[in-house]
């Protein structure tokens, strides 16, 4: 199903696994699978990437492994970021150097905001938002981060003042040490306050 979740009047998050897709009606799906691609696209540009971290067709393949955000934004509910989070296998030596430990972990896949949106708080929206709605994440502490980028973990500094620790054989997998998600609410530029509420309907302009 999709889960609506309402931050403001003017901005909210839907969510929904792979799997669910296949329940939406006829029209919703389609709009969906492309908000996914598009946003996807649009994520791997910023990144430099050579394809798109995100698709329709990944997400529809992972089924309930990977969950997807989507920010809205506006009367019309814009589609403006995204984020992903799923399980991960992250390979790390003991504190011996001895033997590989196997550990899961949540991690941030995926996240993008549109560049006209950014720097005016819709990725601090849109990050308290994913931690206060995902059933395996209680806070920043809880969650990894696969393959950040130099932008992304300048924002978890600048926007939750943490230092990622990176693990994994390759230190290509970064985690938060410690601190975890503020509970007072964060006042964006707009004057936003990110506080979730599950919405009971959302109306979105599918052209």
Not at 114 to 133: N, P
Request: charged share 25%.
């Amino acid at each position: 199903m999709l889960d609506v979740f309402s931050i403001s009047n003017s901005f909210k998050v839907v969510s929904f696994h792979g799997s669910d897709l296949p329940h939406f009606t006829p029209s919703d799906r389609d709009y969906w699978l492309k908000v996914v691609d598009d946003l996807g696209a649009k994520s791997a540009k910023a990144q430099n990437l050579p394809r798109p971290i995100t698709t329709s067709e990944k997400l529809l393949r992972t089924a309930q492994h990977h969950r997807v955000y989507i920010a809205l934004e506006g009367c019309q509910f814009k589609p403006i970021g995204l984020g992903k989070v799923g399980k991960k296998r992250i390979f790390h030596l003991s504190d011996d150097n001895d033997t590989v430990e196997h550990l899961t972990c949540q991690c941030l896949l995926d996240f993008y905001i549109e560049e006209d949106f950014q720097r005016h708080g819709y990725g601090r929206l849109l990050m308290d938002a994913m931690i206060k709605i995902d059933p395996h994440l209680h806070g920043l502490n809880d969650l990894g981060i696969d393959r950040p980028s130099k932008a992304c973990l300048s924002f978890f500094e600048k926007n939750y003042n943490l230092e990622p620790v990176r693990v994994g054989i390759d230190h290509d997998f970064c985690v938060f040490s410690d601190g975890a998600l503020s509970t007072s609410p964060y006042q964006t530029s707009h004057g936003n306050v990110a506080t979730a509420s599950k919405a009971t309907s959302i109306y979105y302009d599918k052209n």
